[in-house]
């Protein structure tokens, strides 16, 4: 079994920035890729950010050059910079693993950005 734990979160007004980061521990084998996904009220899960490993790294049109991911395999780490926040980015923030064929999701941690 995988667990991510993420943390970040938060209140925030628009211009702001905020840090989230997640924790992968457990059974961890072949890292295949970490990154970020979000919810926004009444829409569906999108894509923010994902790191392939060994690859390239992708940004949703909407949050490229404001938002910027970084990993530390040593530790199973992922992170996502949120700098220039707008209140459109608010959202359940979720982290996202795949280890082998096998997809793993955080609990999500909420972000508000107020205008």
């Known amino acids: 079994q995988v667990q991510l734990v993420e943390s970040g979160g938060g209140l925030v007004q628009a211009g702001g920035s905020l840090r989230l980061s997640c924790a992968a521990s457990g059974s961890i084998f072949r890292l295949n890729a970490m990154g970020w996904y979000r919810q926004a009220p009444g829409k569906q899960r999108e894509l923010v950010a994902l790191?392939?490993?060994?690859?390239?790294?992708n940004y949703a049109e909407s949050v490229k050059g404001r938002f910027t991911i970084s990993r530390d395999n040593a530790k199973n780490t992922v992170l996502l910079q949120m700098n220039g926040l707008k209140p459109e980015d608010t959202g359940v923030y979720y982290c996202?693993?795949?280890?082998?064929?096998?997809?793993?999701w955080g609990q999500g941690t909420q972000v508000t950005v107020s205008s």
């Open positions: 790191s392939i490993t060994g690859g390239s790294t």
């Open positions: 996202y693993c795949r280890f082998g064929v096998s997809d793993y």
